[in-house]
């Protein structure tokens, strides 16, 4: 892939002058992307979830109009992994880290004039951190804020589904296909973390109860779900979905 394609929406790209001359910079829309470095497995590079952002982000944004006011600060790649602690190749940031650097994100964009913010989370790991910050910026800031959520249909088993949620078939299919040279799928792996006979309430995740877990507690290898079936062919039908999935919610947030 060409990365990135989307220069002339990308904020570090522009010099002062260019994003001072930036029309109605209040009613426009900042896309900050939030992943995480970290291990996935044997088979896939630790930058899975940052580049994932990007990979979406490079796709969704060529299917807007170039009327549309919709700008990307610069991404968020190192963010809340300690539950891959334990496994080379995984960097962390503690939870008030990462809320400082949304935090200040969010107080660079406001001083350049911009009031709209909508973060593209990539890793489940931040999730809550995310939440609350993105609550502290509208409540401090008065910024309107978003947080996006543009589902799109994947075709695996009912067991997949429910319990494969790292460096599984989805992310290791978008990865075979988006970025060949940095896979080796020889070395997919499978490690379930509950069956679908289980019928207790209290799982890892997706139900009524959950619990802290580490990967390690789970998985020897680093993959949760089964990553051996995944193919360059569906990731690449998977990814266009995506795609499109992100270009209609951007398109509802802008418009």
Same mark, same amino acid.
């Given at each position: 892939?060409?990365?990135?394609?989307?220069?002339?929406?990308?904020?570090?790209?522009?010099?002062?002058?260019?994003?001072?001359?930036?029309?109605?910079?209040?009613?426009?829309?900042?896309?900050?992307?939030?992943?995480?470095?970290?291990?996935?497995?044997? =088979?896939?590079?630790?930058?899975?979830?940052?580049?994932?952002?990007?990979?979406?982000?490079?796709?969704?944004?060529?299917?807007? &109009?170039?009327?549309?006011?919709?700008?990307?600060?610069?991404?968020?790649?190192?963010?809340?992994? /300690?539950?891959?602690?334990?496994?080379?190749?995984?960097?962390?940031?503690?939870?008030?880290?990462?809320?400082?650097?949304?935090?200040? #994100?969010?107080?660079?964009?406001? &001083?350049?004039?911009? @009031? @709209?913010?909508?973060?593209? /989370?990539? =890793?489940?790991? $931040?999730?809550?951190?995310?939440?609350?910050?993105?609550?502290?910026?509208?409540?401090?800031?008065?910024?309107?804020? =978003?947080?996006?959520?543009?589902?799109?249909?994947?075709?695996?088993?009912?067991?997949?589904?429910?319990?494969?949620?790292?460096? $599984? /078939?989805?992310?290791?299919?978008?990865?075979?296909?988006?970025?060949? /040279?940095?896979?080796?799928?020889?070395?997919?792996?499978?490690?379930?973390?509950?069956?679908?006979? &289980?019928?207790?309430?209290?799982?890892?995740?997706?139900?009524?109860?959950?619990?802290?877990?580490?990967?390690? &507690?789970?998985?020897?290898?680093?993959?949760?779900?089964?990553?051996?079936?995944?193919?360059?062919?569906?990731?690449? #039908?998977?990814?266009?979905?995506?795609?499109?999935?992100?270009?209609?919610?951007?398109?509802?947030?802008?418009?």
């Amino acid at each position: 892939m060409t990365w990135p394609s989307y220069r002339n929406r990308y904020l570090p790209a522009m010099t002062l002058r260019q994003i001072q001359a930036l029309p109605q910079k209040a009613d426009a829309l900042v896309v900050l992307s939030t992943g995480a470095i970290e291990q996935h497995g044997p =088979h896939l590079p630790v930058g899975v979830d940052a580049l994932l952002g990007q990979m979406f982000l490079n796709r969704a944004l060529l299917l807007l &109009d170039s009327a549309l006011s919709v700008y990307c600060a610069p991404p968020i790649q190192v963010a809340k992994s /300690n539950e891959h602690d334990g496994f080379p190749g995984t960097l962390i940031l503690s939870r008030e880290r990462l809320r400082h650097q949304i935090a200040a #994100v969010g107080r660079q964009l406001t &001083d350049w004039g911009f @009031r @709209r913010l909508a973060i593209l /989370n990539t =890793h489940g790991g $931040n999730l809550s951190v995310v939440k609350s910050s993105l609550r502290e910026l509208h409540m401090k800031l008065g910024m309107e804020v =978003h947080l996006i959520y543009a589902p799109y249909p994947i075709e695996v088993s009912e067991r997949e589904a429910a319990f494969g949620i790292h460096a $599984n /078939n989805l992310e290791s299919s978008l990865m075979y296909h988006a970025t060949p /040279n940095m896979v080796d799928p020889k070395m997919a792996t499978c490690c379930w973390s509950g069956s679908l006979e &289980d019928s207790r309430i209290l799982k890892s995740q997706q139900a009524p109860a959950t619990y802290a877990w580490k990967t390690l &507690d789970i998985s020897r290898s680093g993959t949760i779900g089964d990553a051996t079936g995944a193919t360059a062919e569906q990731g690449a #039908v998977w990814l266009q979905r995506a795609a499109d999935a992100l270009a209609a919610e951007l398109r509802a947030l802008a418009g």
